[in-house]
């Protein structure tokens, strides 16, 4: 049997090209038109994506695929298009920050749950020890980073207790 001890909650934000919503009254009506720059469905951010917007009935073609959020968002910022994504995979692409705007998503949210999995009675108090060294650095070092990286979402990422 398995045990999982929570780490963290983080929600998924709408990233678009620097501008691309700028005076915008329509933000889902916008989403539509300009290119969906996906995460693959072959990892798990990319079937919670497309699963989410099947879910909201936001229907977008489907041109781009990646695996990787640097890959994502440079092309999210090259396309002008738009992508859904989280906190620590834009903390994953920092770089590219300058060159997109992170809003809320405009529909139903959704978000993800950080996990430490370990099997039970095994390691001893090893993955208590891991887990809780593991939520301090995300307080201390993850959280303070994304905050003034995106101020407007400064308590996006939530530090959960077992």
Request: charged share 25%; glycine share 4%; proline share 6%.
């Amino acid at each position: 049997a398995f045990r999982a001890i929570p780490i963290l909650r983080e929600p998924f934000l709408l990233v678009a090209a620097k501008g691309a919503f700028k005076d915008c009254a329509n933000v889902r009506a916008r989403m539509e038109e300009l290119p969906f720059v996906q995460y693959s469905e072959a990892i798990p951010i990319g079937q919670t994506v497309s699963g989410h917007l099947t879910r909201v009935r936001l229907n977008v073609a489907r041109r781009f695929a990646f695996e990787a959020t640097r890959s994502v968002l440079a092309m999210v910022a090259h396309a002008g298009g738009w992508t859904m994504t989280t906190p620590l995979n834009l903390l994953d692409a920092e770089r590219f920050l300058p060159l997109v705007d992170v809003m809320q998503l405009p529909f139903a949210r959704v978000g993800r749950r950080v996990n430490l999995i370990a099997r039970s009675g095994e390691l001893g108090h090893l993955p208590d020890d891991l887990a809780r060294d593991c939520r301090r650095m995300v307080r201390d070092h993850i959280v303070p980073r994304f905050a003034a990286l995106a101020p407007a979402f400064a308590d996006a990422i939530e530090v959960l207790e077992e």
